[in-house]
């Protein structure tokens, strides 16, 4: 039996980026049961179509009408994704049902995921992702991340609110590992702009101009010295080939729900390796499903930088998982059980359903 929940999790605290204000995660988690196995996903939309085109309302008109007679729990992802080929797009529905695919085989094989997928260090490097506050707020939220053992701290910045924070940091923490994420808040007419931000020795500049914009990237990345990573951008296997090709990129943020899943993010990460482009795996505000998933892929000894996936009480008070990631010097492993790892507390999913039914009997 097929089946999906759509729960509304608070967030600790609001997260604020050039696309807006998030102050729930709004997730659809999908659920497999056969009597023997129990397997679950995550899609990465929102309710709203701010980020993407796909919001949780495609994804379940998208899975319900065509990914569902496509899907059977006996197939291997890759040929899922053959079949699914002839859908254009919605990358992000098929992600979800891709990756639930590597759960259910995970799990009948015996194996965690991150040992099922293979090439594994065993653990994931830990950075944090900052959302936009006053400049007394972030530096304070630095500098616990700091003495929490974060690898690498990112801030998000905007027109107006890029200097001025990355100066403040760069003064009170000196050469810390230090990155930019622009959410594509800036335009080719802002290349000016972008070049003072040389000056703050980042790892790198995330996604300053908009998705689509892969020749302004390329235009910029010879005009600044700072590494252009691209994250948005990055929509499925194409579209990091074409990236790489135009000499846009210097890192690729891996989001393996918004390329479509595993498969392609694996294909991403082998094709940037041999193009000498670093590679991390970005999360999308994840419970504790999608969260297992980004530590597995992450724990690849494909990843050359550290990501953005937290622990769990990074963004909730309490998960819909019965297990959570702990973070230590820096590193999260990811769990040894079979599949991903986690099991849902399904007491807590009711409570914070929103909607829920079955998909497939």
Same mark, same amino acid.
Request: glycine letters at 8%; a negative charge.
């Given at each position: 039996m097929l089946s999906y929940s759509k729960v509304s999790l608070p967030l600790v605290r609001k997260f604020k980026t050039s696309f807006g @204000?998030?102050? @729930?995660?709004?997730?659809?988690?999908?659920?497999?049961?056969?009597?023997e196995i129990e397997a679950f996903s995550e899609a990465v939309t929102d309710d709203d179509p701010f980020y993407s085109y796909e919001d949780n309302s495609t994804v379940m008109y998208i899975v319900r009408k065509y990914l569902a007679d496509i899907f059977t729990p006996e197939m291997e992802p890759e040929k899922f994704n053959e079949k699914a080929s002839k859908i254009r797009g919605h990358n992000m529905a098929k992600g979800a049902l891709e990756m639930l695919l590597w759960d259910i085989n995970s799990k009948r094989e015996g194996k965690p995921l991150y040992?099922?997928? =293979?090439?594994?260090? =065993?653990?994931?490097?830990?950075?944090?992702?900052? =959302?936009?506050?006053?400049?007394?707020?972030?530096?304070? @939220?630095?500098?616990?991340?700091?003495k929490m053992g974060?690898?690498?701290?990112?801030? !998000?910045i905007e027109k107006g609110f890029d200097v001025q924070i990355l100066s403040a940091i760069r003064e009170k923490f000196g050469n810390i590992p230090l990155s930019a994420d622009a959410n594509q808040a800036y335009s080719r007419e802002d290349f000016d702009?972008?070049?003072?931000?040389? !000056?703050?020795n980042l790892l790198y500049l995330e996604q300053p101009l908009p998705l689509e914009d892969i020749r302004g990237h390329a235009l910029l990345r010879k005009k600044i010295e700072t590494p252009i990573c691209l994250d948005e951008s990055i929509i499925s296997t194409e579209a990091a080939v074409n990236a790489i090709e135009s000499e846009a990129v210097d890192v690729i943020n891996i989001k393996p729900g918004r390329v479509g899943g595993f498969h392609n993010s694996i294909?991403?990460?082998? !094709?940037?390796r041999g193009n000498g482009i670093d590679v991390w795996i970005g999360g999308m505000l994840e419970t504790g499903v999608g969260r297992s998933y980004n530590i597995s892929l992450a724990s690849s000894s494909l990843v050359t930088m550290a990501g953005d996936t937290s622990p769990n009480s990074r963004y909730f008070n309490e998960d819909i998982t019965n297990e959570t990631f702990t973070m230590q010097d820096g590193i999260i492993k990811p769990f040894e059980r079979a599949g991903i =790892?986690?099991?849902?507390?399904?007491?807590?999913?009711?409570?914070?359903e929103k909607e829920g039914g079955r998909i497939i009997d």
């Amino acid at each position: 039996m097929l089946s999906y929940s759509k729960v509304s999790l608070p967030l600790v605290r609001k997260f604020k980026t050039s696309f807006g @204000t998030q102050l @729930t995660r709004d997730a659809i988690i999908f659920m497999y049961q056969d009597g023997e196995i129990e397997a679950f996903s995550e899609a990465v939309t929102d309710d709203d179509p701010f980020y993407s085109y796909e919001d949780n309302s495609t994804v379940m008109y998208i899975v319900r009408k065509y990914l569902a007679d496509i899907f059977t729990p006996e197939m291997e992802p890759e040929k899922f994704n053959e079949k699914a080929s002839k859908i254009r797009g919605h990358n992000m529905a098929k992600g979800a049902l891709e990756m639930l695919l590597w759960d259910i085989n995970s799990k009948r094989e015996g194996k965690p995921l991150y040992r099922f997928i =293979g090439k594994s260090r =065993g653990y994931a490097e830990v950075g944090i992702s900052i =959302g936009m506050s006053s400049i007394d707020d972030e530096i304070e @939220t630095v500098a616990q991340s700091l003495k929490m053992g974060y690898r690498r701290i990112k801030v !998000k910045i905007e027109k107006g609110f890029d200097v001025q924070i990355l100066s403040a940091i760069r003064e009170k923490f000196g050469n810390i590992p230090l990155s930019a994420d622009a959410n594509q808040a800036y335009s080719r007419e802002d290349f000016d702009t972008l070049k003072e931000i040389d !000056k703050f020795n980042l790892l790198y500049l995330e996604q300053p101009l908009p998705l689509e914009d892969i020749r302004g990237h390329a235009l910029l990345r010879k005009k600044i010295e700072t590494p252009i990573c691209l994250d948005e951008s990055i929509i499925s296997t194409e579209a990091a080939v074409n990236a790489i090709e135009s000499e846009a990129v210097d890192v690729i943020n891996i989001k393996p729900g918004r390329v479509g899943g595993f498969h392609n993010s694996i294909d991403i990460m082998e !094709k940037a390796r041999g193009n000498g482009i670093d590679v991390w795996i970005g999360g999308m505000l994840e419970t504790g499903v999608g969260r297992s998933y980004n530590i597995s892929l992450a724990s690849s000894s494909l990843v050359t930088m550290a990501g953005d996936t937290s622990p769990n009480s990074r963004y909730f008070n309490e998960d819909i998982t019965n297990e959570t990631f702990t973070m230590q010097d820096g590193i999260i492993k990811p769990f040894e059980r079979a599949g991903i =790892g986690v099991s849902i507390n399904l007491k807590f999913l009711k409570k914070m359903e929103k909607e829920g039914g079955r998909i497939i009997d």
